[in-house]
């Protein structure tokens, strides 16, 4: 036995020396095959029982000897691969604190949203309030208060997306007018901004675009005050001699009604590719609120008279931006964003 106990001392020691360059699991192995509850050193304990009485305590404390020595190894060996470990871990996993930081990406406010934003600073700056109405309204709103009744011509100058007979998503941010005149009485000066729908799709116009409506109805309001007040619109959000000029044109809810252009902030009105060569930019239609609107929400229209104007958010990013197709402000590809630095 004591031989027996000498063979596995020296196996041991030969062992571990091995696996000092391997890994935690080779050692528990190893552990295993002499610690275990099989093992070689477990097998010494219970061959006890063959020694001869009077030999038995020498033997027992050879056995118990060698296993405290055993262990002692054992657990040396384990702590030694632990640390060798953790020291490849931290090698492995080493953060340079001197090199360059890598910046995180910042996003940038949408071209259309940057217009709006202007728009509302400059109207707000006037003493505008702000009205936002819904995206799915009511034919009464969108049409029929503003003076369009169901087989009004007028209807199809806006090709109008029907949800059921009576509700469609707002083809205007008309609508926002009487939503705002049957709530308040004058004086009222709101700016009503909004997503409008539309069944249209080519460079200049999209199913879904964004509207700026602005009304206006105090006692002894005219043309006049549209015109001067959307010349400093002009001044604000283009250049400071940029002008506006009105032609008559036609909506059933204002009267008389315009088409503004502003002279053309690239050339200033000599003619160039972005104003076609005319030296002016349509930019709005406007008008004298009709007397049947005024009525429609309870206004007397022999006391008070208003203005309106509405106008596309694409259509002056396009303007102010030159961007010649609107699908471009859809397409969200971030090197035309990135461009927008706000
Ligand atoms: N709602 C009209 C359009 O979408 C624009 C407009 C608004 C015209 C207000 C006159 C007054 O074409």
Redesign the pocket.
């Known amino acids: 036995m004591k031989e027996n106990i000498e063979r596995i001392r020296s196996e041991i020691a030969a062992g571990i020396e091995a696996v000092k360059g391997g890994t935690r699991q080779e050692l528990f192995e190893l552990k295993m095959k002499y610690l275990g509850k099989t093992g070689e050193i477990s097998a010494l304990s219970k061959g006890m029982r063959d020694v001869p009485a009077e030999e038995r305590p020498a033997m027992g404390k050879l056995v118990s000897e060698v296993r405290a020595w055993a262990e002692e190894q054992f657990s040396a060996t384990e702590e030694l691969l632990k640390q060798k470990e953790l020291e490849a871990r931290y090698k492995s996993e080493r953060v340079d604190v001197t090199m360059p930081a890598r910046f995180a990406e910042t996003g940038t406010l949408h071209p259309v949203s940057i217009v709006k934003k202007e728009i509302i600073e400059c109207f707000a700056g006037l003493g505008f309030e702000i009205y936002e109405g819904p995206e799915i309204e009511k034919d009464y709103y969108n049409f029929q208060a503003l003076n369009i009744p169901a087989d009004h011509p007028a209807r199809d ?2 090709d109008t997306f029907f949800i059921t007979g009576e509700y469609l998503l707002r083809s ?3 609508s926002g007018q009487i939503r705002v005149m049957e709530n308040k009485k004058p004086p009222i000066k709101v700016l009503s901004p909004g997503r409008v729908y539309r069944s249209d799709s080519d460079a200049t116009h999209s199913p879904m675009f964004h ?1 700026m ?1 602005g009304l206006v109805v105090d006692k002894g309001i005219t043309l006049c005050d549209l015109k001067g007040l959307l010349d400093e619109f002009a001044r604000r959000m283009f250049t400071s001699e940029t002008k506006t000029r009105l032609r008559p044109s036609y ?1 059933p ?2 009267e008389p ?1 315009v088409e503004v252009d502003l002279s053309c902030h690239n050339c200033g009105g000599k003619g160039c590719r972005i104003c076609k060569g005319t030296g002016w930019i349509e930019i ?4 004298v609120v009709n007397r049947r609107v005024l009525e429609n929400c309870g206004i007397d229209p022999d006391v008070y008279t208003g203005f ?3 106008m596309g958010l694409e259509r002056i990013a396009m303007i102010k931006y030159g961007v010649n197709d609107m699908r471009y402000l859809f397409e969200n590809d971030v090197r035309l964003l990135k461009q927008f630095k706000d």
């Open positions: 100058m806006q205007q941010t008309s509207q409506e909506f809810f204002t009604s709005l239609g406007a008008g309106a104007f509405g």
